[in-house]
């Protein structure tokens, strides 16, 4: 059964830097893109970030490009989102999301339960 | 960035109606659109990939359609566990842009 768990939200405040983590089980992690998606609360999805199989590649919302770094560590299979500089507008759950991208195409097919991030004074 | 905007933004529908949802691109994406449903409270799942593609394990009432800059997502008769806010997705280019949702619900 795949599962993605999600954890290292929190309560942080305006500057401040968290890492979320997203602990992956029940496939071949290695194999799969994995994504980053936020939403605010009671507002749509927005995507963040996501990065390749071996991590060799990753892209980025233009929002957070320079404050936000995602990585992987196919060893332990867990997926991280590095963030700093953290805005109240970063309020939001994140998602992890696995995403097999079959023949180039790319589908969020798994989503971990998310985490909660808070920004505020 | 393409943008992704979704009609209606609600809607409220009888068990058993036809319901159907219209996502447009701001730019043609070919097929490169997914649908995804939201139950209150719950993490997002995907409906259909590739425009009209279902995935394993959605009821068959789901269908989408089209390609380009139009695309439908229809309910062919509406069941109480649908009650969700359905968005759609493109993954044509990054950033992978949805649309703002829509809230479905039973009257």
């Known amino acids: 059964e795949v599962q993605l768990v999600e954890s290292g939200g929190g309560l942080v405040q305006p500057g401040g830097s968290l890492r979320l983590s997203c602990a992956a089980s029940g496939f071949t992690f290695n194999s799969y893109w994995m994504h980053w998606v936020r939403q605010a609360p009671g507002k749509g999805l927005v995507w963040v970030s996501r990065i390749n199989g071996d991590g060799s590649s990753s892209t980025y919302a233009e929002f957070v490009k320079g404050r936000f770094t995602i990585s992987r560590d196919n060893a332990k299979n867990t997926l991280y989102l590095q963030m700093n500089s953290l805005r109240a507008e970063d309020t939001a759950v994140y998602y992890c999301?696995?995403?097999?991208?079959?023949?180039?195409?790319?589908?969020?097919?798994?989503w971990g339960q998310g985490t909660l991030v808070t920004v505020s004074s | 960035d393409i943008q992704m905007t979704q009609s209606p933004s609600s809607l409220s529908a009888f068990v058993g109606d036809r319901v159907i949802i219209t996502c447009r691109a701001s730019?043609?994406?070919?097929?490169?659109l997914n649908w995804y449903q939201q139950k209150p409270g719950k993490a997002p799942k995907v409906l259909i990939y590739a425009a009209s593609s279902l995935q394993s394990g959605v009821p068959s009432r789901f269908s989408g359609s089209g390609s380009g800059t139009e695309f439908t997502l229809t309910i062919s008769s509406l069941q109480p566990e649908d009650l969700a806010t359905y968005y759609c997705q493109q993954s044509y280019k990054t950033p992978y842009t949805f649309g703002q949702g829509t809230k479905v619900e039973i009257k």
């Open positions: 730019q043609s994406i070919r097929n490169y």
């Open positions: 999301i696995r995403d097999p991208d079959s023949y180039g195409y790319s589908v969020l097919d798994y």
